[in-house]
């Protein structure tokens, strides 16, 4: 199968100065790369996260209209594990984080008692 190649524009948020996010896919490998401090270093960054969640809302220009190339470009690729293990242990850290705050409650009332 042949995938495109897909290219967005994405200004930072703290200096205006505009990013190039590129999404290409060969065979099962996913390529996606930012020219952010953060990309550029080999780590992930908000940028190609909010793409590959397709919120485009901080998208300057680019291929906005091809939700449904990225998500097939996701589906079957070597990213894809790596992306559910994300979200699966985020859901894990929203729940504790309840936990947490449901504890500290309770340690405050009992030290009020």
Same mark, same amino acid.
Do not use: G, L, R
């Given at each position: 199968m042949t995938?495109? %190649?897909l290219d967005f524009q994405v200004p930072s948020?703290?200096?205006g =100065? %505009?990013?190039e996010v590129v999404l290409s896919r060969t065979d099962n490998n996913l390529t #996606?790369?930012?020219t952010c401090p953060a990309g550029t270093k080999g #780590?992930?960054?908000k940028h190609r996260l909010s793409i590959l969640l397709c919120d485009f809302s901080? %998208? =300057?220009s680019g291929d906005t209209d091809r939700e449904g190339?990225?998500?097939e470009m996701l589906s079957g690729s070597d990213v894809e594990a790596a992306w559910e293990e994300v979200f699966k242990f985020e859901e894990e850290l929203t729940a504790l984080k309840k936990k947490m705050?449901?504890?500290k409650k309770r340690l405050g009332k009992a030290l009020n008692d």
């Open positions: 995938y495109p %190649v948020s703290s200096t =100065e %505009v990013y #996606m790369t930012c #780590m992930h960054c901080d %998208v =300057e190339d990225i998500k705050s449901a504890a």
